[in-house]
């Protein structure tokens, strides 16, 4: 696990959205895992997703860390970094 500068100014008590992948609800699509930003609180689906939408949120709005959706997964990840945090 590393270092991560974003942590400070980007991981807020959030709650998720909703209780799947956002866009894949909508769609009426699949996901493997799920991806929370740590930053607004949107689910998106992991990058063993086909959509990958937890990247494509980072990507559209530059918030860099999310954290695991999953039951019993504690671990959160900096997409500038590309390192797990911590």
């Known amino acids: ?20 992948c956002e866009e894949c609800l909508k769609s009426g699509d699949s996901w493997v895992h799920l991806r929370m930003c740590t930053e607004c609180g949107h689910v998106g689906c992991c990058d063993s997703s086909k959509n990958r939408h937890a990247r ?11 954290q695991s959706a999953e039951r019993g997964e504690k671990w959160r990840w900096c997409y500038v970094d590309n390192t797990y945090i911590d």
């Open 56 to 66: 494509k949120h980072y990507e559209t709005t530059q918030h860099p860390i999310i």
């Open 1 to 20: 696990m590393g270092q991560c500068a974003h942590v400070k100014d980007h991981v807020k008590p959030v709650k998720p959205n909703t209780k799947g």
